[in-house]
């Protein structure tokens, strides 16, 4: 788990790599596109923004190949975040989802407004819901090494 | 000289050329009209055929006096083609990157330019008579005279342009001379993934309108609530004040109508028999024009099918019904004359769409022949009609959006969606307009988008990278992953929803297809998915001994170039289906059959009609032997619909029970004979305890050397190294089981849909040159077999990773070689590998296969729907698929045993043994080693050899797309890390087979 406290911060850190570049991008746009609607750019990632009571899952989720990441676009976003290995899978992970879903606790990170939060490949996360506060949702795609696509 | 060019000002499109209108013909007589055969119609000349050719290297050099004087000692070429394609110039492909220093409007000075010549006689048009000459397509930019006289200017290279020549024809002798330049500005607009190439490359033909003439029509349907079809005629016309309109069905006129030119009239057809894909009615229209005091002089056919295309609450509706599109984009191609097809394959294409269970089709990436879209209405294909627009070049200088967002090219975007949706809109195959490809966003997409919609605000419009479909009516991606498109299924956006390319078809694959349609399926928002791309872009050629390849990039001295990445298709530039459009057609079956617990369940997954037509036939499988059949006609049932019925089958008393549903349908067509195969399913039944083997007696001789094992049972000898651990004789009745011992690997023939997996890990890494040290060989005898363990280290140079393997050999007294292979591996690398499992070659006599597994036909751990578990066989030529480059083929999976046989009947025998029974493996045979298969460039270049390589895997990495698009899913990764396995050899002797596949599926 990685967790910029600003926009700044994370395109310092990760700006130059071209998957992290359209996860800016995502961010830029998401205000002026429809709430609870998945929009793409290229293969990178999808994105989906609204309030994180309607982000928000029951369980910890795993991914393997989309980076679950955080943007906190309204007050302190929570995400609850474990390794999977100290959780307890409660389902097979899915091709069709790129999910898995954990049963057990994490820790609550918090995302301050214009945080970004990157979860990895071998956390399990959620968000928490939370009237007040609202993020935009990104699936970031793992590939690097074998990534050359639109 | 001038450094200014009308071929190189996109502001100008044309000169001289008449308005776009719809694609039709005026005949005579209403009996002529209803022939729909265009050499009858009025005035008609066909000019394709031979005319004088010259290819120059520069416009200014063609002759000064070619458009006036014939040309001495030409060379004569048939029109339509593509020079490069009969010998002229060059041919170069690349997928995107223009040919050229990128500085538009700017080409090449030295621009090829051919220059055609044909004479015909002719009459003189008589008074009020308009002679047009049509071309349908000149790729890039054409200037046209008639005897001396210019006549026009065209570019768009596959959008018909038509000029009205009448003022220059006389009787007689008349010279049509045409100067086709290679390049103009319009190539920046045409940078579509597929071979440089230019000329005269559709038909070419005269016609003539007599002075009472329809001008255009516009055709449109509206179905009410109520079932009835308001048909609105919109016609214009010239010498006359008054059009007649009718439509009929099977002889019957259903009604008809009178309307001014420039205006319009509605016909209603209550209780209408509305046109789809799966039943592609159509009625016969017929507009008939007047002259004044003559009656009617102009007739003008049109086969009209009653569709109409809407958008409810997000989703798309077909005549009021939601449908889905499963897709496939479709380039012009045909082998031996490149974009220059005939028609007659063109309609093979589309009927072999409809035989795979395809519903549409997107022009990939610009209009087609117009009779295309003729022939997408009768058999019923939807069509995403994509005008020629594709400015992808830019994208290798960073700018893909360049003109794209420039107002000086506003009216060259333009014209393209004009002169495509005005030929093409009467149409009911046309679901949608698409205004290009991969040209990146800006002004001029809108321009477009407002243009389409005001020339046909009936039809929806997409482009793709209108990516948050700003303006266009259907949100689109292409290439996005499983689980991305259930992102976007998950969170739908108002817009209907397509992925306008994915499911990449480059060689081998593509794998995961179910996973897709899974998602599709799951989703009404996703409403069409369209594979790239349907066929392989390979041009003929032959060796000098007389066999035929195919070329691609590169093949031609052409640089730069984008190699095999234009063989990329679901078909083979032969026109025969490779395994990977197989498995399309199964994936998308409209039938859904399930079987479990003793109950038959049959979905009708079509969206407009019912399964009156289909029959299921259930097989039950008793160790992969049809034991019984029974068929069941499902009857009536509705799109979306299911249909159960209990079936109780026979199960085998021994060994493993499964059935296998087959779907036909009894419709006839013109495309299809009844009974034609609409999908086929298995599954699983039931497992019967086998019964235990029962002990030989015949002891094994036993004879230890200095580093051989001797070891000798009745009738066979078998060597064992005992420094190599390798297998170096293995002899039964006399023949060679093995030629070459059996050794564990990681590595098979590199297949395109990996390519970027190779470059990036497996080459880096030299996974395919790991080297094999033994570092230790043991034997000893055991209750009357011999042991012997091997410990290996299995790693590649350089670097400091590898698999420490023990392979535990069980020679028994019966014959038999049961190998168990573990491997722990160290150091750094955890990532995919291509297979985990053991090699060996067999003499070749030995090349006649059987197997009880999933087949008849190649299949993969993503790629397997398509093939049902049984007993099937082949031989090994047969069963390697001639992919143009060649790359590991003839995978089997889900075996249970093989055996491979000579012509009398000895051989070899493959199973698991008795411990690891019930866990299939895969094997493949090849009649080339894996260094041949991934040396070789074309398929020519394999030799067959005198022996069989045999693979045996535990392990095989799917196949993915990731030639352009998903990686391999999680599921069917395969990865370096600890493994455990065993597998068992068996010698067969002369007719044994059948006695020993009974012994090891039901008494193993």
């Given at each position: 788990?990685?967790?910029?406290?600003?926009?700044?911060?994370?395109?310092?850190?990760?700006?130059?790599?071209?998957?992290?570049?359209?996860?800016?991008?995502?961010?830029?746009?998401?205000?002026?596109?429809?709430?609870?609607?998945?929009?793409?750019?290229?293969?990178?990632?999808?994105?989906?923004?609204?309030?994180?009571?309607?982000?928000?899952?029951?369980?910890?989720?795993?991914?393997?190949?989309?980076?679950?990441?955080?943007?906190?676009?309204?007050?302190?976003?929570?995400?609850?975040?474990?390794?999977?290995?100290?959780?307890?899978?409660?389902?097979?992970?899915?091709?069709?989802?790129?999910?898995?879903?954990?049963?057990?606790?994490?820790?609550?990170?918090?995302?301050?407004?214009?945080?970004?939060?990157?979860?990895?490949?071998?956390?399990?996360?959620?968000?928490?819901?939370?009237?007040?506060?609202?993020?935009?949702?990104?699936?970031?795609?793992?590939?690097?090494?074998?990534?050359?696509?639109? | 000289?001038?450094?200014?060019?009308?071929?190189?000002?996109?502001?100008?499109?044309?000169?001289?050329?008449?308005?776009?209108?719809?694609?039709?013909?005026?005949?005579?007589?209403?009996?002529?009209?209803?022939?729909?055969?265009?050499?009858?119609?009025?005035?008609?000349?066909?000019?394709?055929?031979?005319?004088?050719?010259?290819l120059f290297d520069h416009p200014r050099r063609v002759p000064r006096d070619f458009a006036a004087t014939p040309q001495a000692g030409w060379d004569v070429i048939q029109v339509p083609h593509l020079?490069?394609?009969?010998?002229?110039?060059?041919?170069?492909?690349?997928?995107?990157?223009?040919?050229?220093?990128?500085?538009?409007?700017?080409?090449?000075?030295?621009?090829?330019?051919?220059?055609?010549?044909?004479?015909?006689?002719?009459?003189?048009?008589?008074?009020?008579?308009?002679?047009?000459?049509?071309?349908?397509?000149?790729?890039?930019?054409?200037?046209?005279?008639?005897?001396?006289?210019?006549?026009?200017?065209?570019?768009?290279?596959?959008?018909?342009?038509?000029?009205?020549?009448?003022?220059?024809?006389?009787?007689?002798?008349?010279?049509?001379?045409?100067?086709?330049?290679?390049?103009?500005?319009?190539?920046?607009?045409?940078?579509?993934?597929?071979?440089?190439?230019?000329?005269?490359?559709?038909?070419?033909?005269?016609?003539?309108?007599?002075?009472?003439?329809?001008?255009?029509?516009?055709?449109?349907?509206?179905?009410?609530?109520?079932?009835?079809?308001?048909?609105?005629?919109?016609?214009?016309?010239?010498?006359?004040?008054?059009?007649?309109?009718?439509?009929?069905?099977?002889?019957?006129?259903?009604?008809?109508?009178?309307?001014?030119?420039?205006?319009?009239?509605?016909?209603?057809?209550?209780?209408?028999?509305?046109?789809?894909?799966?039943?592609?009615?159509?009625?016969?229209?017929?507009?008939?024009?007047?002259?004044?005091?003559?009656?009617?002089?102009?007739?003008?056919?049109?086969?009209?099918?009653?569709?109409?295309?809407?958008?409810?609450?997000?989703?798309?509706?077909?005549?009021?019904?939601?449908?889905?599109?499963?897709?496939?984009?479709?380039?012009?191609?045909?082998?031996?004359?490149?974009?220059?097809?005939?028609?007659?394959?063109?309609?093979?294409?589309?009927?072999?769409?409809?035989?795979?269970?395809?519903?549409?089709?997107?022009?990939?990436?610009?209009?087609?022949?117009?009779?295309?879209?003729?022939?997408?209405?009768?058999?019923?294909?939807?069509?995403?009609?994509?005008?020629?627009?594709?400015?992808?070049?830019?994208?290798?200088?960073?700018?893909?959006?360049?003109?794209?967002?420039?107002?000086?090219?506003?009216?060259?975007?333009?014209?393209?969606?004009?002169?495509?949706?005005?030929?093409?809109?009467?149409?009911?195959?046309?679901?949608?307009?698409?205004?290009?490809?991969?040209?990146?966003?800006?002004?001029?997409?809108?321009?477009?988008?407002?243009?389409?919609?005001?020339?046909?605000?009936?039809?929806?419009?997409?482009?793709?990278?209108?990516?948050?479909?700003?303006?266009?009516?259907?949100?689109?991606?292409?290439?996005?992953?499983?689980?991305?498109?259930?992102?976007?299924?998950?969170?739908?956006?108002?817009?209907?929803?397509?992925?306008?390319?994915?499911?990449?078809?480059?060689?081998?694959?593509?794998?995961?297809?179910?996973?897709?349609?899974?998602?599709?399926?799951?989703?009404?928002?996703?409403?069409?998915?369209?594979?790239?791309?349907?066929?392989?872009?390979?041009?003929?050629?032959?060796?000098?001994?007389?066999?035929?390849?195919?070329?691609?990039?590169?093949?031609?001295?052409?640089?730069?170039?984008?190699?095999?990445?234009?063989?990329?298709?679901?078909?083979?530039?032969?026109?025969?289906?490779?395994?990977?459009?197989?498995?399309?057609?199964?994936?998308?079956?409209?039938?859904?059959?399930?079987?479990?617990?003793?109950?038959?369940?049959?979905?009708?997954?079509?969206?407009?009609?019912?399964?009156?037509?289909?029959?299921?036939?259930?097989?039950?499988?008793?160790?992969?032997?049809?034991?019984?059949?029974?068929?069941?006609?499902?009857?009536?049932?509705?799109?979306?619909?299911?249909?159960?019925?209990?079936?109780?089958?026979?199960?085998?008393?021994?060994?493993?029970?499964?059935?296998?549903?087959?779907?036909?349908?009894?419709?006839?067509?013109?495309?299809?004979?009844?009974?034609?195969?609409?999908?086929?399913?298995?599954?699983?039944?039931?497992?019967?305890?086998?019964?235990?083997?029962?002990?030989?007696?015949?002891?094994?001789?036993?004879?230890?050397?200095?580093?051989?094992?001797?070891?000798?049972?009745?009738?066979?000898?078998?060597?064992?190294?005992?420094?190599?651990?390798?297998?170096?004789?293995?002899?039964?009745?006399?023949?060679?089981?093995?030629?070459?011992?059996?050794?564990?690997?990681?590595?098979?023939?590199?297949?395109?849909?990996?390519?970027?997996?190779?470059?990036?890990?497996?080459?880096?890494?030299?996974?395919?040159?790991?080297?094999?040290?033994?570092?230790?060989?043991?034997?000893?005898?055991?209750?009357?077999?011999?042991?012997?363990?091997?410990?290996?280290?299995?790693?590649?140079?350089?670097?400091?990773?590898?698999?420490?393997?023990?392979?535990?050999?069980?020679?028994?007294?019966?014959?038999?070689?049961?190998?168990?292979?573990?491997?722990?591996?160290?150091?750094?690398?955890?990532?995919?590998?291509?297979?985990?499992?053991?090699?060996?070659?067999?003499?070749?006599?030995?090349?006649?296969?059987?197997?009880?597994?999933?087949?008849?036909?190649?299949?993969?751990?993503?790629?397997?729907?398509?093939?049902?578990?049984?007993?099937?066989?082949?031989?090994?030529?047969?069963?390697?698929?001639?992919?143009?480059?060649?790359?590991?083929?003839?995978?089997?999976?889900?075996?249970?045993?093989?055996?491979?046989?000579?012509?009398?009947?000895?051989?070899?025998?493959?199973?698991?043994?008795?411990?690891?029974?019930?866990?299939?493996?895969?094997?493949?045979?090849?009649?080339?080693?894996?260094?041949?298969?991934?040396?070789?460039?074309?398929?020519?270049?394999?030799?067959?050899?005198?022996?069989?390589?045999?693979?045996?895997?535990?392990?095989?990495?799917?196949?993915?797309?990731?030639?352009?698009?998903?990686?391999?899913?999680?599921?069917?990764?395969?990865?370096?890390?600890?493994?455990?396995?065993?597998?068992?050899?068996?010698?067969?002797?002369?007719?044994?087979?059948?006695?020993?596949?009974?012994?090891?599926?039901?008494?193993?």
């Open positions: 788990m990685r967790l910029f406290d600003t926009r700044a911060d994370f395109d310092n850190v990760l700006g130059g790599t071209k998957k992290w570049s359209r996860t800016g991008e995502a961010l830029d746009d998401a205000p002026n596109l429809h709430p609870g609607v998945a929009y793409s750019i290229g293969d990178s990632l999808t994105y989906v923004s609204g309030d994180t009571t309607a982000l928000a899952r029951d369980s910890l989720t795993g991914r393997r190949r989309y980076h679950l990441v955080v943007a906190s676009t309204r007050g302190t976003v929570r995400l609850e975040v474990a390794p999977k290995d100290s959780v307890n899978a409660s389902t097979d992970y899915d091709n069709l989802t790129d999910r898995q879903y954990f049963s057990g606790s994490g820790d609550v990170v918090s995302i301050p407004e214009g945080g970004i939060c990157i979860v990895d490949i071998d956390e399990a996360a959620r968000i928490l819901p939370d009237a007040e506060t609202a993020a935009v949702q990104l699936h970031v795609t793992v590939e690097g090494a074998t990534f050359h696509n639109k | 000289m001038t450094d200014t060019h009308d071929w190189e000002n996109p502001r100008l499109t044309g000169r001289n050329r008449l308005a776009a209108r719809a694609y039709f013909f005026g005949y005579a007589t209403p009996a002529l009209a209803s022939t729909h055969s265009r050499t009858l119609s009025r005035g008609f000349v066909d000019l394709s055929g031979p005319w004088q050719f010259r020079w490069q394609m009969d010998g002229y110039g060059d041919l170069q492909y690349t997928d995107e990157g223009y040919p050229f220093p990128i500085e538009p409007p700017h080409v090449p000075a030295d621009n090829p330019t051919g220059a055609y010549q044909r004479i015909i006689t002719l009459t003189a048009p008589a008074e009020g008579e308009r002679v047009v000459l049509r071309f349908d397509g000149v790729e890039s930019y054409a200037e046209i005279f008639c005897n001396g006289a210019f006549v026009g200017m065209t570019k768009g290279s596959r959008l018909a342009a038509e000029f009205d020549v009448t003022a220059h024809i006389v009787t007689g002798d008349n010279l049509f001379s045409v100067k086709v330049l290679q390049f103009s500005d319009a190539t920046y607009i045409e940078d579509q993934d597929m071979w440089w190439a230019s000329g005269i490359f559709r038909d070419v033909y005269l016609v003539t309108r007599p002075a009472a003439r329809l001008l255009d029509f516009f055709v449109r349907t509206h179905r009410t609530d109520g079932g009835a079809a308001e048909v609105t005629l919109t016609a214009w016309a010239e010498g006359s004040d008054r059009i007649e309109w009718s439509i009929s069905d099977a002889g019957v006129e259903l009604g008809s109508a009178a309307l001014e030119p420039g205006g319009s009239a509605t016909i209603t057809l209550p209780d209408a028999h509305f046109w789809n894909p799966e039943d592609p009615h159509l009625h016969d229209m017929l507009i008939s024009v007047s002259a004044d005091g003559d009656g009617a002089v102009d007739h003008v056919p049109h086969r009209l099918g009653l569709a109409e295309v809407t958008i409810v609450d997000g989703l798309l509706h077909l005549n009021g019904s939601y449908f889905s599109m499963h897709g496939v984009n479709r380039h012009d191609h045909d082998d031996h004359s490149g974009r220059a097809v005939g028609m007659a394959r063109v309609r093979r294409d589309l009927e072999l769409m409809k035989l795979h269970n395809i519903n549409a089709v997107r022009t990939a990436h610009y209009p087609n022949d117009p009779r295309f879209y003729e022939m997408c209405d009768e058999l019923g294909l939807l069509v995403v009609a994509e005008t020629d627009l594709e400015s992808h070049g830019f994208a290798n200088v960073g700018d893909i959006s360049r003109i794209t967002d420039d107002p000086e090219w506003e009216t060259a975007y333009v014209d393209r969606i004009e002169r495509h949706v005005l030929a093409q809109r009467n149409h009911a195959s046309i679901v949608m307009w698409s205004l290009g490809n991969e040209s990146g966003y800006g002004c001029n997409i809108p321009a477009m988008y407002a243009r389409a919609k005001e020339l046909d605000p009936t039809r929806p419009v997409h482009y793709e990278e209108d990516r948050n479909a700003e303006h266009v009516d259907v949100i689109s991606t292409m290439y996005s992953r499983v689980s991305q498109m259930n992102d976007f299924g998950e969170h739908p956006h108002p817009k209907p929803r397509i992925i306008c390319e994915y499911g990449h078809s480059m060689g081998n694959g593509p794998g995961g297809l179910s996973e897709y349609q899974a998602v599709f399926n799951r989703h009404d928002s996703i409403q069409g998915h369209f594979i790239w791309e349907w066929c392989d872009h390979g041009l003929a050629a032959t060796t000098e001994d007389g066999r035929e390849f195919h070329k691609y990039g590169g093949d031609f001295g052409d640089y730069p170039n984008n190699s095999n990445f234009c063989i990329d298709g679901m078909v083979f530039p032969w026109q025969e289906p490779s395994p990977g459009l197989t498995e399309y057609k199964q994936v998308i079956s409209p039938v859904l059959v399930d079987y479990a617990d003793g109950v038959l369940t049959v979905t009708n997954r079509r969206w407009f009609t019912t399964l009156e037509d289909v029959a299921v036939t259930l097989e039950t499988l008793h160790d992969g032997v049809v034991a019984d059949v029974e068929v069941f006609r499902p009857g009536a049932v509705a799109p979306g619909e299911s249909w159960t019925t209990p079936v109780e089958l026979r199960l085998a008393p021994v060994g493993e029970t499964r059935c296998t549903a087959r779907v036909t349908s009894a419709h006839a067509a013109s495309w299809t004979a009844p009974m034609r195969e609409l999908g086929r399913y298995d599954f699983a039944v039931h497992s019967a305890p086998r019964r235990s083997i029962a002990p030989t007696t015949q002891p094994l001789e036993v004879r230890a050397e200095l580093t051989t094992l001797r070891l000798a049972t009745a009738g066979s000898e078998l060597v064992f190294d005992l420094l190599s651990g390798d297998i170096t004789s293995w002899v039964a009745g006399g023949r060679p089981v093995l030629v070459s011992p059996p050794r564990l690997g990681f590595w098979k023939p590199l297949v395109d849909n990996h390519q970027q997996e190779c470059d990036d890990l497996w080459t880096p890494n030299h996974i395919e040159i790991m080297q094999t040290s033994t570092r230790s060989v043991t034997w000893r005898a055991d209750d009357g077999d011999v042991v012997v363990e091997v410990t290996q280290r299995i790693a590649p140079p350089v670097l400091d990773f590898g698999m420490h393997a023990t392979l535990t050999w069980r020679f028994t007294p019966d014959g038999r070689a049961d190998v168990r292979v573990s491997g722990t591996p160290y150091g750094s690398y955890d990532d995919i590998i291509p297979r985990i499992g053991l090699s060996f070659e067999v003499p070749r006599a030995t090349r006649a296969v059987e197997w009880y597994g999933r087949g008849p036909g190649e299949n993969y751990p993503d790629s397997a729907a398509a093939n049902t578990v049984g007993r099937w066989s082949s031989d090994v030529d047969a069963m390697f698929t001639p992919y143009v480059v060649p790359q590991d083929c003839a995978n089997r999976g889900d075996v249970r045993w093989v055996a491979l046989t000579s012509p009398h009947g000895d051989g070899l025998l493959v199973t698991r043994p008795d411990n690891s029974e019930g866990v299939p493996f895969a094997f493949s045979a090849w009649p080339h080693t894996a260094a041949d298969i991934d040396a070789a460039r074309h398929r020519t270049d394999l030799v067959v050899r005198d022996t069989v390589t045999v693979n045996i895997n535990d392990a095989v990495l799917g196949l993915g797309s990731n030639s352009w698009g998903s990686e391999v899913l999680d599921a069917y990764r395969v990865r370096f890390e600890a493994f455990d396995f065993a597998f068992s050899l068996r010698p067969l002797a002369a007719g044994n087979l059948t006695a020993t596949a009974a012994s090891i599926t039901k008494e193993n």
